[in-house]
C-alpha cells in the first residue's frame, strides 16, 4: 500500500494531466453554447464553461500545493495532508464526471454532479493549505466556510430545479451570476496567485 499512498499524498504530478482533463469537457460545453435549442440551455452551459475554467486553475493549484508540502520535512508526513489529498482526488473525479455529462447535453444532472461534488469539498476538507502563511495547513472546520457553503446548496438546488423542469431561464441567469459572484468572493478572498485552497 506504500506506493498507493505516495500517489494520494504526492498528486501534483498530476496537475498537467488534470488540467487537461478538463479541456475537452471545456470544448463540449463550448458546442452546448452553440448549438443548445433554448436560450436557457445555452446560458447555463456558459456558466458551467466559466466555472469550468475556474475550476481547471484551482484544481491545478491545490495539487501543486500538495507536492510541495509533501516535500516539506514537517508536513510531508502530516496525516492531515494524506487525508485532503483524498478529498481533492475525489472531488476532481466527481466534479470532471459533472462537467462530462454536461458537455453531452445533460446539462442539469451534469450541474447536481458539480455541485455535489463541490459541497462535499467544502464540507469534508478540514483544512486549507497556506504555503505563505504561519500555518501551511491550518486547521478549516466546514463551519468556516459557511458562505461559500451557502452558494454551493444555492446552485444544488438551483439544479434539482432544472432538473424539475422549474424556470429554466430564471435558473440559468442565476447561476450564471451566481458562477461569477463565486469566482470574485474567490478572488477577493483568495487571490489567483494563491488561494489557500483551490477546489473550494
Not at 520535512?73 to 495532508?81: A, I, M, Q
Amino acid at each position: 500500500m506504500g506506493w498507493l499512498r505516495s500517489f494520494l499524498v504526492s498528486p501534483a504530478a498530476l496537475g498537467p494531466p488534470v488540467r487537461v482533463c478538463f479541456w475537452p469537457a471545456g470544448v463540449g460545453l463550448g458546442w452546448q453554447i452553440w448549438c443548445s435549442q433554448s436560450l436557457s440551455g445555452s446560458i447555463l452551459a456558459l456558466a458551467l464553461l466559466l466555472g469550468l475554467l475556474e475550476q481547471a486553475h484551482m484544481a491545478g493549484i491545490d495539487l501543486e500545493k500538495v507536492q510541495t508540502l509533501e516535500r516539506h520535512p514537517d508536513y510531508g508526513r502530516d496525516r492531515r495532508l494524506y487525508r485532503f489529498a483524498w478529498v481533492l482526488i475525489t472531488t476532481l473525479g466527481v466534479e470532471l464526471l459533472g462537467f462530462y455529462l454536461a458537455s453531452f447535453g445533460y446539462l442539469g444532472l451534469g450541474l447536481l454532479v458539480i455541485m455535489t461534488s463541490l459541497l462535499g469539498f467544502n464540507l469534508a476538507a478540514g483544512v486549507h493549505l497556506d504555503l505563505g502563511g504561519r500555518q501551511a495547513i491550518a486547521p478549516a472546520p466546514w463551519y468556516s466556510r459557511w458562505l461559500v457553503l451557502m452558494l454551493d446548496g444555492l446552485g444544488l438546488a438551483m439544479a434539482w430545479l432544472w432538473l424539475a423542469k422549474q424556470a429554466h431561464l430564471g435558473i440559468a441567469v442565476g447561476f450564471l451570476s451566481l458562477t461569477l459572484g463565486y469566482t470574485l468572493i474567490k478572488l477577493i478572498h483568495y487571490g489567483w496567485s494563491g488561494p489557500q485552497s483551490g477546489v473550494s
